[in-house]
C-alpha cells in the first residue's frame, strides 16, 4: 500500500518537473520552504491588520466624547417695557473658549418693566417668580447652588433714579429679596450705565459670531483676526450705538472703552442716547408737538389715517424725558392719525440736534462719533419693526422708504383687518417706529444709503438672543481671558488621528520596501 503510493506520488512529481526545469531532488525541501514563506506572510499581514484595528480601536475609545460636565448662569434683563429672564449654559472644561456659551432659556416676565412698579414696590420682586421657577426647572438641580445670579436694570431704572432715587432703591431692594428666594448663587441687582450695556451688546455678537477666535500661533500665516461687527440696539426708553471705529481719534474719552479680549486689544466707540429708545422718543415727540401747537388736539403724521388715541398726561410727562414741557393742565392728549412718511421724517428730523458740535464730528446732540466702519448687528426694536415691515433683508435704502409710505398711508382700520393677531400697540405705532428707525439711522448716526447694506437687522444669532445680557455674564464671571490660552497646536483628536494615518504609511512603506527588495519566494512568478 504504502509503496504504491509512494510511486503515485513520483509519477505526479515527474509530470510536475517536466514543466518546470527545477531539480527533481529539490522538490520536496522547496515546497516546504514555500509553504513557509506563506505562513510567515499570512503571519505578517494578520499582525498589520490587528496592529491596525487595534490602533484603530485605541483612537476611538480615547475620544469618545465623554459626559459633559454643564455649567449654568442667568441673567435678569431688567429693561424699561419689559424684564426677561435669560439661562445659559457652557462645558465646564471650555469656559475660556470663545463661543460656548448658550442660550438654553428665556422667558419674558408677564408686566411692565421693573421701574413701572414704583408706586406698589413690592410687585416688582413678586413679578420675577414665574420666571425663575422656570430657571429652576431648567438647570439640573445639583448645579442649582453654582448658578450664578445677575440683574441688569437699564433705561427705565436710570429714569427712574433720575426722577427719585430712593424708590429706585426700593425697586432694587425688593426685586434683590425674591431673588434671594431661589437657591442659585446670587450676585447683585444693580443699574447698568448706557456705555455698559451698549459694550457688552458689543462683546455679546461678537463672541456670539466668533469674531473673537483667532488661530493658534503654530503657523504665522494663519494669525488673521476677523473684523468685529458694530451693535445697534433700540429699547423702550433708550439706544446704543457700539462700534470699533478704523481711525483711532479719541476726542471723547468717556465714549471709549478699551478690551484685552484673547490676546489682542480693541478700541471700542460706545454711546448711549438716554429717551432716544422708541418709547421714550415717541413722547418727547408728542410732548413737543403739544408744546408747538398749543393745543393738547394732535394731528399726527406718525399714525395711521383714522387712528384715535387718547393718551393720559401723566403718561406723557411722567418720566425725566418729558417733564419739562408740560405746560397744560389737561389730563388727556388727544392723537389723530394722519399717515404722511414724508411729514413724519420731516417732524422726527427736529429731535437731532445736528448744528452745534463741539468735536470734529458728531452724530447728534453735540455727540462724538467717528465715521462709521465695518457691518453692524441691529437687534431688539430694530429688529421687531424691521421684521414686521418685511424690511430686514432690504439692502437697497430707497424700497425701505417706499414700503414705509406705503404703510404709513394705509387707513388704520385696513391695518388692523390685515394684522388681526398682532398687538394693537405695537401695530398702531409701527409707521411711528419704523420712520424714527429711519431718522435715527439716517440723519442721527449718518448711515447712507451706500452703507445701509452693511446694517444686518437680527434677533438671534446662534440661537441665543442678540442682547448685552450675555456679554455681561461674561464680564462678571471672567470667562473671556485677556490673553489667548496656550494650547498644543492640534487638538487631541487630531493628534491620535495623525498618530495612526503615519503609522499605517510608514508600515505600508516598510511592507512595500520588503516585497521589494526581498521578494519572497512565494511571489515569484509562478509560485503563486
Ligand atoms: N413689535 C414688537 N415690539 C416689541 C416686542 N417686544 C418688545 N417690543 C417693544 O420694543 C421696544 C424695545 O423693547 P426692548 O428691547 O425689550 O426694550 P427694553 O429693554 O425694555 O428697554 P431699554 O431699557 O430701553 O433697553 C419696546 O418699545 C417694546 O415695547 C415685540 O415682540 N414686537
Ligand atoms: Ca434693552
Request: net charge positive.
Given at each position: 500500500?504504502?509503496?504504491?503510493?509512494?510511486?503515485?506520488?513520483?509519477?505526479?512529481?515527474?509530470?510536475?518537473?517536466?514543466?518546470?526545469?527545477?531539480?527533481?531532488?529539490?522538490?520536496?525541501?522547496?515546497?516546504?520552504?514555500?509553504?513557509?514563506?506563506?505562513?510567515?506572510?499570512?503571519?505578517?499581514?494578520?499582525?498589520?491588520?490587528?496592529?491596525?484595528?487595534?490602533?484603530?480601536?485605541?483612537?476611538?475609545?480615547?475620544?469618545?466624547?465623554?459626559?459633559?460636565?454643564?455649567?449654568?448662569?442667568?441673567?435678569?434683563?431688567?429693561?424699561?417695557?419689559?424684564?426677561?429672564?435669560?439661562?445659559?449654559?457652557?462645558?465646564?472644561?471650555?469656559?475660556?473658549?470663545?463661543?460656548?456659551?448658550?442660550?438654553?432659556?428665556?422667558?419674558?416676565?408677564?408686566?411692565?418693566?421693573?421701574?413701572?412698579?414704583?408706586?406698589?414696590?413690592?410687585?416688582?420682586?413678586?413679578?420675577?417668580?414665574?420666571?425663575?421657577?422656570?430657571?429652576?426647572?431648567?438647570?439640573?438641580?445639583?448645579?442649582?447652588?453654582?448658578?450664578?445670579?445677575?440683574?441688569?436694570?437699564?433705561?427705565?431704572?436710570?429714569?427712574?433714579?433720575?426722577?427719585?432715587?430712593?424708590?429706585?432703591?426700593?425697586?432694587?431692594?425688593?426685586?434683590?429679596?425674591?431673588?434671594?428666594?431661589?437657591?442659585?448663587?446670587?450676585?447683585?441687582?444693580?443699574?447698568?450705565?448706557?456705555?455698559?450695556?451698549?459694550?457688552?451688546?458689543?462683546?455679546?455678537?461678537?463672541?456670539?459670531?466668533?469674531?473673537?477666535?483667532?488661530?493658534?500661533?503654530?503657523?504665522?500665516?494663519?494669525?488673521?483676526?476677523?473684523?468685529?461687527?458694530?451693535?445697534?440696539?433700540?429699547?423702550?426708553?433708550?439706544?446704543?450705538?457700539?462700534?470699533?471705529?478704523?481711525?483711532?481719534?479719541?476726542?471723547?474719552?468717556?465714549?471709549?472703552?478699551?478690551?484685552?479680549?484673547?490676546?489682542?486689544?480693541?478700541?471700542?466707540?460706545?454711546?448711549?442716547?438716554?429717551?432716544?429708545?422708541?418709547?421714550?422718543?415717541l413722547r418727547l415727540r408728542l410732548a413737543n408737538d403739544v408744546?408747538?401747537?398749543?393745543?393738547?388736539?394732535?394731528?399726527?403724521?406718525?399714525?395711521?389715517?383714522?387712528?384715535?388715541?387718547?393718551?393720559?398726561?401723566?403718561?406723557?410727562?411722567?418720566?425725566?424725558?418729558?417733564?419739562?414741557?408740560?405746560?397744560?393742565?389737561?389730563?388727556?392728549?388727544?392723537?389723530?392719525?394722519?399717515?404722511?412718511?414724508?411729514?413724519?421724517?420731516?417732524?422726527?428730523?427736529?429731535?437731532?440736534?445736528?448744528?452745534?458740535?463741539?468735536?470734529?464730528?458728531?452724530?447728534?446732540?453735540?455727540?462724538?462719533?467717528?465715521?462709521?466702519?465695518?457691518?453692524?448687528?441691529?437687534?431688539?426694536?430694530?429688529?421687531?419693526?424691521?421684521?414686521?415691515?418685511?424690511?430686514?433683508?432690504?439692502?437697497?435704502?430707497?424700497?425701505v422708504k417706499e414700503t414705509l409710505k406705503e404703510f404709513c398711508?394705509?387707513?388704520?382700520?385696513?391695518?388692523?383687518?390685515?394684522?388681526?393677531?398682532?398687538?394693537?400697540?405695537?401695530?398702531?405705532?409701527?409707521?411711528?417706529?419704523?420712520?424714527?428707525?429711519?431718522?435715527?439711522?439716517?440723519?442721527?448716526?449718518?448711515?447712507?444709503?451706500?452703507?445701509?447694506?452693511?446694517?444686518?437687522?437680527?434677533?438671534?444669532?446662534?440661537?441665543?438672543?442678540?442682547?448685552?445680557?450675555?456679554?455681561?455674564?461674561?464680564?462678571?464671571?471672567?470667562?473671556?481671558?485677556?490673553?489667548?490660552?496656550?494650547?498644543?497646536?492640534?487638538?487631541?483628536?487630531?493628534?491620535?488621528?495623525?498618530?495612526?494615518?503615519?503609522?499605517?504609511?510608514?508600515?505600508?512603506?516598510?511592507?512595500?520596501?520588503?516585497?521589494?527588495?526581498?521578494?519572497?519566494?512565494?511571489?515569484?512568478?509562478?509560485?503563486?
Open positions: 500500500m504504502h509503496n504504491k503510493g509512494l510511486g503515485i506520488t513520483v509519477l505526479q512529481e515527474f509530470k510536475w518537473t517536466k514543466k518546470m526545469p527545477l531539480d527533481t531532488s529539490l522538490g520536496k525541501g522547496s515546497k516546504q520552504k514555500i509553504s513557509w514563506s506563506k505562513k510567515v506572510l499570512i503571519i505578517l499581514g494578520f499582525l498589520f491588520v490587528l496592529g491596525a484595528v487595534a490602533l484603530i480601536t485605541v483612537a476611538v475609545v480615547q475620544n469618545k466624547p465623554l459626559p459633559k460636565n454643564m455649567k449654568y448662569g442667568i441673567v435678569l434683563d431688567a429693561g424699561s417695557s419689559h424684564t426677561s429672564v435669560y439661562v445659559y449654559n457652557w462645558p465646564a472644561e471650555k469656559e475660556n473658549d470663545t463661543g460656548v456659551v448658550q442660550q438654553v432659556e428665556v422667558c419674558k416676565v408677564d408686566g411692565p418693566g421693573i421701574s413701572s412698579y414704583s408706586k406698589d414696590v413690592e410687585k416688582a420682586g413678586l413679578s420675577l417668580q414665574d420666571c425663575m421657577n422656570t430657571a429652576k426647572q431648567v438647570i439640573p438641580k445639583k448645579e442649582h447652588r453654582d448658578t450664578p445670579v445677575y440683574l441688569g436694570a437699564t433705561a427705565g431704572m436710570r429714569l427712574l433714579s433720575l426722577d427719585n432715587n430712593k424708590i429706585a432703591d426700593k425697586v432694587l431692594l425688593s426685586v434683590e429679596k425674591s431673588l434671594r428666594l431661589y437657591p442659585f448663587d446670587f450676585q447683585g441687582c444693580r443699574i447698568i450705565t448706557g456705555q455698559e450695556e451698549g459694550a457688552y451688546g458689543w462683546i455679546s455678537i461678537n463672541y456670539m459670531l466668533g469674531n473673537f477666535k483667532q488661530s493658534s500661533s503654530w503657523m504665522p500665516f494663519q494669525q488673521t483676526s476677523t473684523e468685529t461687527s458694530g451693535a445697534l440696539d433700540l429699547g423702550g426708553a433708550s439706544t446704543q450705538i457700539t462700534f470699533e471705529p478704523t481711525d483711532s481719534i479719541n476726542e471723547s474719552p468717556e465714549n471709549f472703552m478699551l478690551f484685552r479680549l484673547y490676546g489682542k486689544t480693541y478700541n471700542v466707540y460706545t454711546h448711549s442716547f438716554l429717551c432716544y429708545g422708541k418709547d421714550q422718543a408744546k408747538n401747537a398749543g393745543s393738547t388736539n394732535l394731528q399726527n403724521p406718525c399714525f395711521n389715517p383714522g387712528y384715535v388715541k387718547n393718551m393720559s398726561a401723566v403718561d406723557l410727562y411722567g418720566s425725566p424725558c418729558t417733564a419739562k414741557y408740560k405746560l397744560f393742565s389737561s389730563s388727556f392728549i388727544l392723537i389723530t392719525g394722519t399717515g404722511d412718511y414724508h411729514q413724519c421724517q420731516q417732524n422726527l428730523q427736529d429731535m437731532f440736534n445736528k448744528t452745534e458740535c463741539p468735536y470734529s464730528r458728531c452724530s447728534f446732540n453735540r455727540i462724538f462719533q467717528p465715521e462709521l466702519s465695518g457691518n453692524f448687528g441691529a437687534f431688539s426694536a430694530f429688529y421687531f419693526v424691521m421684521n414686521f415691515l418685511n424690511l430686514t433683508s432690504e439692502k437697497d435704502l430707497s424700497k398711508s394705509e387707513s388704520w382700520q385696513q391695518v388692523k383687518e390685515k394684522f388681526p393677531d398682532i398687538k394693537e400697540k405695537y401695530l398702531s405705532e409701527y409707521c411711528f417706529s419704523g420712520t424714527y428707525i429711519l431718522t435715527l439711522l439716517e440723519m442721527g448716526y449718518g448711515f447712507t444709503s451706500e452703507n445701509w447694506g452693511n446694517i444686518n437687522f437680527l434677533r438671534k444669532i446662534k440661537g441665543s438672543d442678540a442682547a448685552w445680557t450675555l456679554g455681561y455674564m461674561l464680564n462678571l464671571t471672567n470667562m473671556i481671558p485677556a490673553e489667548l490660552p496656550s494650547s498644543p497646536p492640534l487638538s487631541h483628536a487630531s493628534y491620535v488621528g495623525l498618530m495612526v494615518l503615519f503609522s499605517f504609511l510608514l508600515a505600508s512603506v516598510v511592507f512595500i520596501g520588503w516585497l521589494y527588495f526581498w521578494k519572497p519566494r512565494c511571489l515569484q512568478k509562478g509560485i503563486i
